[in-house]
T-cell receptor
């Protein structure tokens, strides 16, 4: 069974540009989560999808971040326009049920210059 | 305000010895805890968990202890192996039971 995959693995962009991160969850996992780790800090929750619906987006920093999960399969996280403080590692995770073990992808390392 | 705290950024241990990683929490409503392990350039991998109805859970070389009165848990690795060198995160589900709240992590280095 394939694990959670994320694309790209790295992205370097300039302040003000747009970046779109993609996550493909484990097949059959209805629950998909986005997290972010800024260097040296804890991994912080951004939002949670159940199928295509946003269940909890309390962790989204501001309206420059837009997450979608059309069709309830893969998800995208768009940052527009990117700011310096958006740099960090963005992790996606998925689980079969909301209380079940979350499996993480390898992350996308975003650097905003 | 951090609800899950790992106050030791790093720990160095010799191969074969015990590694003890600590975690404190502030929210007494937490009733389930997890440890994740993370290698460089990889995502966190689930390691072991414990429910608040237990005070100990063991899986091979890994044991997690929970002290609810002290709001403290610890992960014991015995014997430690060089392959255990990684960042270890303590986590708890939020009150909705979905999102995980993580500590900052402890980097474990096991030397041979």
């Amino acid at each position: 069974e394939a694990g959670v995959t994320q694309f790209p693995s790295h992205s370097v962009i300039e302040k003000g540009q747009t970046v779109t991160l993609r996550c493909d969850p484990i097949s059959g996992h209805d629950n998909l989560y986005w997290y972010r780790r800024v260097m040296g800090k804890e991994i912080k929750f951004l939002l949670h999808f159940v199928k295509e619906s946003k269940q909890d987006e309390s962790g989204m920093p501001n309206n420059r971040f837009l997450a979608e999960r059309t069709g309830g399969t893969y998800s995208t996280l768009k940052v527009q326009p990117a700011e310096l403080e958006d740099s960090g590692v963005y992790f996606c995770a998925s689980s079969r049920g909301p209380m079940e073990t979350q499996y993480f992808g390898p992350g996308t390392r975003l650097l905003v210059l | 305000d951090q609800q899950v705290k790992q106050n030791s950024p790093s720990l160095s241990v010799q191969e074969g010895r015990i590694s003890i990683l600590n975690c404190d929490y502030t929210n007494s409503m937490f009733d389930y805890f997890l440890w994740y392990k993370k290698y460089p350039a990889e995502g966190p991998t689930f390691l072991i968990s414990i429910s608040s109805i237990k005070d100990k859970n063991e899986d091979g070389r890994f044991t997690v202890f929970l002290n609810k009165s002290a709001k403290h848990l610890s992960l014991h690795i015995v014997p430690s192996q060089p392959g255990d060198s990684a960042v270890y995160f303590c986590a708890a589900p939020n009150q909705a039971g979905t999102a995980l709240i993580f500590g900052k992590g402890t980097t474990l280095s096991v030397s041979s």
